[in-house]
């Protein structure tokens, strides 16, 4: 048995100025990943539109509202509601109220290796690029052709 408390969790947004804790290390998941989001207004849960091919996620809200939007539409999400992507289902989400939203952020399996934004690749056409993190951000490579930007 694994137990931590929030609190004690350093905030760590991969170079982002909001609160989210990850919380898998501290619990030591093996097929898990566990994020906690504090979201100030206008903030977000990620850099923009993605999706994970390789990973299902599961948002639960415990306190506010948060809108996500996708490929479909966008659609609200209140305390003690949840919302599930499957893989490869594109979206991205952000605290669009005028009051905090608190959520967590359940993925499986844990370690997501496949990341892709949808933009079009500029040497094949292929519909979306995989992001490839760096020292320095995302590089982003095509699945197809193997075009890097």
């Known amino acids: 048995m694994e ?25 030591a998941t093996s097929d898990l990943s566990i994020n906690y989001f504090r979201l100030e207004p206008g903030e977000r849960f990620s850099n923009g539109m993605h999706t994970h091919m390789d990973q299902e996620e599961v948002f639960l809200i415990a306190e506010g509202e948060a809108t996500f939007e996708t490929r479909d539409g966008e659609v609200t999400v209140g305390a003690g509601d949840a919302i599930r992507f499957a893989p490869g289902e594109f979206q991205t989400g952000a605290n669009t109220s005028d009051g905090e939203v608190v959520a967590y952020a359940l993925g499986a399996p844990r370690d997501s290796k496949d990341v892709r934004v949808p933009q079009e690749c500029p040497e094949c056409g292929h519909d979306d690029m995989r992001a490839i993190p760096g020292d320095d951000g995302f590089t982003l490579v095509c699945p197809e052709c193997g075009a890097e930007l």
Do not use: C
């Not at 004690?8 to 898998?24: C, H, M, N, T, Y």
């Open 3 to 27: 137990k931590v408390s929030i609190d004690d969790v350093e905030p760590g947004a991969f170079g982002r100025d909001i609160d989210v804790r990850g919380l898998s290390d501290p619990l």
